[in-house]
């Protein structure tokens, strides 16, 4: 059954989803009960016993050792015996590392031409050509040290009226910038809160330090550094301790804020739009609706020259020779593969495997294995070519599909692509993922219908509709885009409505 087939209510013909021809799997649309008579296409099976779901059925007889296909892909080998109709899951479902030979573009690929008709939004132009969806005032904590304080100046303009133009301070506490080795922790943190501070969504701020901590205020606070004028830089040590350094902050973001209330917002060409890609509490229907969803709105973005920005290293292995056969050239491709070795390396060093990845709640939502999870995650990025590979909240300057470098975790891989220079993210989740950003406007794309139900006031969209037979992927797909043209015009997310502002930064070395 095709996911066009789909009616409303459960049938023998429409309970199950083939994914793909050469699967020997489907895919529970509803829950399956024992002895439940079902057709997938060609298939005549019977239900052995309950499937939930999201989870797997097997469509024919798969003997020990025989390879598990979905998505056309291999995702992992039958442990025992699995016969027609038995639920397929970590049961009976061995994972195994797979080896590809890889197939790289024989030459680089140029870039598309711009469109001959380009899609505007409203947002705030920035001197370096950037351009912001939100406009903020930003108090960020140098350190674990000065994150209270931060709070508290954030705190202290809850309640002030600000100019319709102005979206607010926001604070950024986190628990790194002391107790860490001098070197690629050091550097990855500093790049990290470089890149919020010098964000196109955020007019000015403030560098927040105890004085003392590792991560120094002064590595931000160069006549060189960008947007200085719209910078200001204290300690505590050194302002006279928490409540007066909150006062002397208080008439510094006074300032900002009668700063950016002169910043208007103006008509823009949407090629300026950086948006991530993110999923979170995945579950089997991530794979099949929400992903492949944005994966069309990915694709309409990059054929604008716009950038749309897949992160979650941890996300892509099994799949990243999918990636690489896209890639512009050799070199990105390649890329790309050290990307994955070196993360692999960095598990190894604490005894992980990426197939720690998959959480009790992916595996309760259907996913068995890293393998599956990424072969579903990566729908997220489209068909188009990836443009470029970057580190962790490296500034993102190319055109196109991008990827880049973070762990799945959620509020370090937001964190990752925002300071990568992200003026807006799209975030699915399928477990119903509750998270947000400071500074920049997170869309969050509900996977199936129930979820949808239980958490209306955290999602945005519903791409559960797609296996309801109710939207396309391409339909869908498009809500995603011009969504994204709404939100940056200055639209508010259900994210930004209750709140939510996770922050956390990468820490990859050693407390000291």
């Not at 300057?397 to 937001?414: A, I, K, R, W």
Request: hydrophobic share 40%; glycine share 10%; net charge negative.
């Amino acid at each position: 059954m095709s996911l066009l087939d789909i009616t409303k209510l459960p049938t023998a013909e429409n309970s199950v989803i083939h994914l793909h021809p050469t699967d020997n799997v489907g895919i529970a649309r509803v829950p399956l009960n024992p002895g439940q008579k079902l057709k997938v296409g060609p298939f005549e099976v019977t239900a052995n016993n309950a499937v939930p779901a999201g989870h797997k059925m097997a469509l024919f007889d798969i003997r020990p050792g025989e390879t598990i296909i979905r998505y056309g892909q291999v995702i992992g080998r039958a442990r025992v015996d699995i016969h027609a109709g038995d639920h397929v899951h970590v049961q009976n479902v061995a994972f195994e590392e797979i080896h590809f030979n890889y197939e790289f573009p024989e030459q680089e690929i140029p870039f598309p031409p711009a469109p001959a008709k380009m899609p505007t939004f409203l947002g705030f132009q920035r001197e370096d050509g950037r351009v912001g969806t939100r406009n903020y005032i930003a108090v960020v904590a140098a350190s674990n040290c000065a994150a209270h304080t931060a709070e508290l100046i954030a705190a202290a303009f809850k309640d002030v009226k600000l100019p319709d133009n102005v979206d607010g301070v926001v604070a950024f506490p986190h628990g790194e910038g002391c107790g860490m080795s001098i070197g690629p922790d050091t550097r990855q943190l500093q790049r990290t809160l470089s890149g919020v501070l010098d964000h196109p969504n955020v007019s000015s701020a403030i560098i927040l330090g105890l004085g003392c901590e590792v991560n120094q205020i002064d590595h931000y606070l160069g006549k060189d550094t960008p947007r200085s004028n719209r910078l200001v830089g204290m300690t505590l040590q050194n302002t006279g301790g928490t409540t007066s350094t909150v006062e002397a902050a208080r008439k510094a973001v006074a300032q900002f804020i009668e700063q950016a209330a002169a910043e208007k917002r103006v008509e823009v060409p949407a090629s300026k739009l950086v948006v991530g890609l993110n999923c979170g509490g995945s579950d089997s229907f991530s794979g099949i609706t929400a992903n492949p969803a944005l994966g069309y709105a990915s694709d309409l973005l990059a054929e604008i020259g716009a950038s749309s920005v897949l992160a979650e290293t941890t996300e892509i292995f099994g799949a990243e020779h999918l990636l690489v056969k896209r890639a512009r050239s050799r070199a990105v491709g390649e890329k790309l593969l050290q990307t994955v070795k070196d993360y692999k390396t960095y598990l190894n060093r604490f005894g992980g495997s990426f197939d720690d990845n998959p959480s009790p709640g992916n595996k309760e939502g259907g996913l068995t294995n890293i393998l599956e999870k990424s072969l579903g995650a990566v729908a997220k990025a489209g068909t188009s070519m990836m443009t470029d590979v970057v580190d962790y909240a490296e500034r993102i300057t190319t055109p196109g599909f991008v990827f880049m470098n973070t762990p799945g975790y959620d509020p370090v891989s937001l964190t990752g692509l925002a300071a990568g220079g992200c003026n807006l993210i799209v975030f699915t989740t399928g477990r119903g993922s509750a998270i947000g950003f400071p500074s920049v406007p997170v869309i969050k794309v509900a996977t199936n219908q129930a979820m949808y139900k239980r958490m209306t006031p955290n999602m945005d969209i519903n791409a559960g509709r797609i296996a309801e037979g109710e939207a396309t992927v391409q339909q869908v797909g498009q809500e995603i885009f011009d969504m994204c043209l709404r939100v940056a015009s200055g639209e508010r997310t259900c994210a930004e409505t209750l709140g939510h502002k996770e922050f956390v930064p990468w820490r990859i070395g050693p407390v000291m």
